[in-house]
T-cell receptor, first 112, second 114 residues
Framework: GEDVEQSLFLSVREGDSSVINCTYT??????LYWYKQEPGAGLQLLTY?????DMKQDQRLTVLLNKKDKHLSLRIADTQTGDSAIYFC????????????FGTGTRLQVTL | KAGVTQTPRYLIKTRGQQVTLSCSPI?????VSWYQQTPGQGLQFLFE???????NKGNFPGRFSGRQFSNSRSEMNVSTLELGDSALYLC?????????????FGPGTRLTVL
């Protein structure tokens, strides 16, 4: 079945690293994504990882995938106040790559 | 290159009415997907259209319908509105549907049902 879970809230200080976690139950997921949503805005794709990868780094973002535990994480280095937003992980499958199943979302608050 | 546009941005309706939301994808994109976002249920997939054909459908009642035109623009319709239909409706466009390709989301239409 499709079920993607995230913790609801994370607070970090500016300059620290943030780690947002996500667990999923469907091992046949092919693509896993991280989206960012700022207030009053749509969703912005931050990064994605294929299920045959363990890690992907993109500037300040590092995605780690543990397929055995069905665990996905997003690390944001040197977190800035502009990173304050809701972060969603999502999954999709080969053949239906445009149909996304989203997690519950994690609200990241960055304090000075 | 213009992004995904959705109209209207805000809408207020009363129970029992029907509503039509519009989505214009990025030029050249042939796939349009719709999502409903509510505080209680989160982001849920409604349906996806590619080349004027519905390719995937989420678990929503038949009151929710959509279509796609030959220019890839899409509309979704909700009939006999219920209070629980109050939500942010997001559409996303992409070039294709089967292999990975980035989906670009519009800003959404916020529907309030009174």
């Amino acid at each position: 079945g499709e079920d993607v879970e995230q913790s609801l809230f994370l607070s970090v200080r500016e300059g620290d690293s943030s780690v947002i976690n996500c667990t999923y139950t469907d091992s046949s997921s092919t693509y896993l994504y991280w989206y960012k949503q700022e207030p009053g805005a749509g969703l912005q794709l931050l990064t994605y990882i294929f299920s045959n990868m363990d890690m992907k780094q993109d500037q300040r973002l590092t995605v780690l995938l543990n397929k055995k535990d069905k665990h996905l994480s997003l690390r944001i280095a040197d977190t800035q106040t502009g990173d304050s937003a809701i972060y969603f992980c999502a999954e999709s499958y080969t053949g239906t790559a445009s149909k996304l199943t989203f997690g519950t979302g994690t609200r990241l608050q960055v304090t000075l | 290159k213009a992004g995904v546009t959705q109209t209207p941005r805000y809408l207020i309706k009363t129970r029992g009415q029907q509503v039509t939301l519009s989505c214009s994808p990025i030029s050249g994109h042939r796939s349009v997907s719709w999502y409903q976002q509510t505080p209680g249920q989160g982001l849920q997939f409604l349906f996806e259209y590619f080349s004027e054909t519905q390719r995937n459908k989420g678990n929503f009642p038949g009151r929710f319908s959509g279509r796609q035109f030959s220019n890839s623009r899409s509309e979704m319709n909700v009939s006999t509105l219920e209070l629980g239909d109050s939500a942010l409706y997001l559409c996303a466009s992409s070039w294709t549907i089967k292999t990975y390709n980035e989906q670009f989301f519009g800003p959404g239409t916020r529907l309030t049902v009174l």
